[in-house]
């Protein structure tokens, strides 16, 4: 029942910036765990960054400096500023939402990001 609602995808040109956002149907320190992660058709997903409920966040080299992670309590959303966009970074885009007790997942739907010239 737990829904993860994503918005903020779209075309962009290589260098310039997109923020996605990730609304829950409820507190987001109902989770352990926010996740963002990519994926390119015929390609694996990939884990892109992650924030903690106490705050603490982390990212993938590949965007590191370029990409971060934050959340609106008040709202129960979860943001990927994203910056210096480059056309590697072109993909689908995933929000997760991870539980431990009982240990499950909740996905968004997905949301494009195209960097393209």
């Known amino acids: 029942q737990v829904q993860l609602v994503e918005s903020g995808g779209g075309l962009v040109q290589p260098g310039g910036s997109l923020r996605l956002s990730c609304a829950a149907s409820?507190?987001?320190?109902?989770?352990?765990?926010m996740h963002w992660y990519r994926q390119v058709p015929g390609s694996q997903r990939e884990l892109v960054a992650t924030?903690?409920?106490?705050?603490?966040?982390v990212s993938v080299d590949s965007v590191k400096g370029r990409f971060t992670i934050s959340r609106d309590n008040a709202k129960n959303t979860v943001y990927l500023q994203m910056n210096s966009l480059k056309p590697e970074d072109t993909a689908v885009y995933y929000c997760?939402?991870?539980?431990?007790?009982?240990?499950?997942?909740?996905w968004g739907q997905g949301t494009q990001v195209i960097v393209s010239s």
């Open positions: 409820g507190s987001i320190f109902s989770f352990n765990a």
């Open positions: 997760k939402a991870a539980l431990e007790w009982p240990r499950r997942d909740y």
């Open positions: 924030i903690t409920r106490g705050g603490t966040t």
